[in-house]
């Protein structure tokens, strides 16, 4: 199976990677995108020492081209695409109330957070349909369902383009899992929880290894798994 997990990679804490250890772990090929050379070459290295099969292909998903070129590589190389994991995102206002955020961040969140899911998953899709088999994770967040919205958890408008983003995932992730039903393609989000990474915090209550786990379960469904649906610990959640 070929595996395709496209994230950001940063450091040494980060979930994409952790997500890419644990499915080459299952002894699937991995590939990892990333638009910095030098931080995915170092992650690759780093996970080809542990005698895991990974690859990196360096490609920015801001680019239509570049997704384009990376999915005719994944043919040439592989012939198919099982797994797409959506793990690139960005947040850029921590904290910063929607009464307050520039226009330019929340066009700058969205380009990655739901623009770049979008570009991916439409060039993946009509692979996967090739093989009448695929499992499309997007990582999510908590932040971003309406329960959240609406109650306020005490953040109020904060980090409103981030929140907004992962709403907009959200419903992306639904309106493709309606359109491939029926083709062996399961389309699902997951919230990892708050994770000891870069963007969670090293007091975060989750490990890495512990926030990847429930993506590592969707990539590998059985036929007879869940399609449309939202997840944290490996059980659905509101949207």
């Not at 910063?96 to 770049?116: H, I, K, P, Q, Y």
């Not at 899911?117 to 439409?122: A, P």
């Not at 491939?180 to 963007?199: F, L």
Request: hydrophobic fraction near 45%; charged fraction near 20%.
């Amino acid at each position: 199976m070929c595996i395709l997990v496209n994230c950001h990679v940063k450091g040494n804490r980060g979930i994409g990677k952790e997500i890419a250890r644990q499915l080459a772990a299952n002894g699937l090929h991995v590939v990892i995108t990333s638009r910095d050379e030098e931080k995915g070459r170092l992650a690759v290295q780093e996970l080809l020492a542990d005698g895991l099969l990974v690859k990196l292909y360096v490609a920015d998903v801001h680019e239509i081209n570049d997704v384009a070129r990376m999915m005719e590589r994944i043919q040439s190389d592989y012939g198919r695409l099982d797994v797409l994991v959506n793990n690139a995102g960005v947040i850029l206002d921590r904290g910063v109330s929607v009464l307050d955020v520039e226009e330019s961040v929340m066009r700058a969140t969205l380009e990655t957070n739901f623009f770049g899911v979008l570009r991916m998953t439409q060039a993946a899709i009509p692979m996967m349909k090739l093989h009448h088999y695929g499992r499309i994770v997007n990582i999510s967040s908590g932040l971003g369902a309406f329960e959240v919205m609406q109650g306020g958890y005490g953040l109020k408008g904060s980090s409103s383009a981030y929140r907004i983003s992962k709403t907009m995932l959200n419903a992306l992730t639904c309106l493709f899992s309606q359109e491939v039903a029926d083709t062996g393609i399961k389309v699902n989000a997951v919230c990892p929880g708050r994770v000891q990474t870069d963007m969670g915090g090293a007091d975060a209550p989750l490990t890495v290894a512990e926030g990847a786990n429930t993506a590592v379960w969707l990539a590998t469904l059985e036929d007879d798994g869940a399609s449309g649906e939202y997840f944290r610990e490996r059980e659905r959640i509101a949207w």
